[in-house]
């Protein structure tokens, strides 16, 4: 398999992640969607990231669809999510949020990036979505004191959880304020522990 995207990316992360967990061999092209758009588009024509290229050439697009691929790969009793029941759903609420998070926070880049005079009012409105979906998570977090959020199981929340705060702490440090969400950056600090986050990592720069 090849996965394509750099893992400054917290969607390609959590894919890479959960293959290092799955203990699935790939070989990992970091292509930008930007510098490296034109060798992207053969296999995903949005030239979007992550893209998942199968040992038989078949391509997956989008980190939800991959994932979804992986766990059946993996099997219900190895898969990073309940098969079905509230522990599934609450898992998949879960990674929405934070995945959601980071659209906003993708956004918040680009806006500032790629335009000349911004839009203040585009640019509060991501702010505003950034810390109303970590409030929501700080308070959940804070009610669960397990290691992660289904006890000492790891699950697709945990990792993309993990991946958000990270995103978040690189990306946009003059924005917001980490401590302001403690449960979250112990959560975060928490799975940066394990070899399968330490395999799969790369610091995002701030475009100048």
């Given at each position: 398999?090849i996965?394509?995207?750099?893992f400054d990316?917290?969607?390609?992360?959590?894919v890479g992640?959960?293959?290092?967990?799955y203990?699935?061999a790939?070989?990992?092209r970091?292509?930008?969607?930007?510098?490296?758009a034109?060798?992207i588009?053969p296999y995903?024509?949005?030239t979007?990231?992550p893209?998942?290229?199968l040992?038989?050439?078949?391509?997956l697009i989008e980190s939800f669809?991959?994932?979804?691929w992986l766990d059946e790969?993996a099997?219900?009793d190895?898969?990073?999510?309940?098969?079905?029941?509230?522990?599934?759903?609450?898992?998949?609420?879960?990674?929405?949020l934070?995945?959601?998070?980071?659209d906003?926070?993708v956004?918040l880049?680009y806006?500032?990036a790629?335009?000349?005079v911004?839009?203040?009012a585009?640019?509060?409105r991501?702010e505003?979505?950034v810390?109303?979906?970590?409030?929501a998570?700080?308070?959940?977090?804070a009610g669960a004191?397990?290691?992660y959020?289904?006890g000492?199981?790891?699950?697709?929340?945990d990792?993309s959880l993990a991946?958000?705060v990270?995103?978040?702490?690189e990306?946009?440090?003059t924005i917001?304020?980490?401590?302001?969400?403690p449960n979250l950056?112990?959560?975060g600090e928490?799975c940066e522990?394990?070899a399968?986050?330490?395999?799969?990592?790369?610091?995002f720069?701030?475009?100048?």
């Amino acid at each position: 398999m090849i996965l394509i995207g750099q893992f400054d990316s917290p969607f390609v992360r959590r894919v890479g992640v959960a293959m290092q967990v799955y203990g699935l061999a790939y070989e990992h092209r970091p292509w930008s969607t930007f510098g490296d758009a034109d060798l992207i588009r053969p296999y995903n024509p949005l030239t979007r990231v992550p893209t998942l290229v199968l040992d038989g050439g078949e391509v997956l697009i989008e980190s939800f669809a991959i994932l979804d691929w992986l766990d059946e790969l993996a099997g219900p009793d190895k898969a990073l999510i309940d098969a079905a029941g509230d522990g599934r759903r609450q898992t998949l609420r879960r990674s929405a949020l934070a995945t959601g998070l980071c659209d906003k926070m993708v956004s918040l880049i680009y806006e500032r990036a790629l335009h000349d005079v911004t839009s203040e009012a585009w640019l509060n409105r991501c702010e505003t979505q950034v810390g109303a979906a970590m409030d929501a998570l700080e308070r959940e977090r804070a009610g669960a004191a397990l290691p992660y959020w289904s006890g000492d199981r790891l699950t697709h929340a945990d990792i993309s959880l993990a991946c958000a705060v990270r995103f978040l702490g690189e990306a946009h440090p003059t924005i917001f304020a980490l401590a302001r969400w403690p449960n979250l950056v112990a959560h975060g600090e928490r799975c940066e522990a394990l070899a399968a986050f330490q395999a799969v990592k790369q610091v995002f720069i701030p475009p100048a």
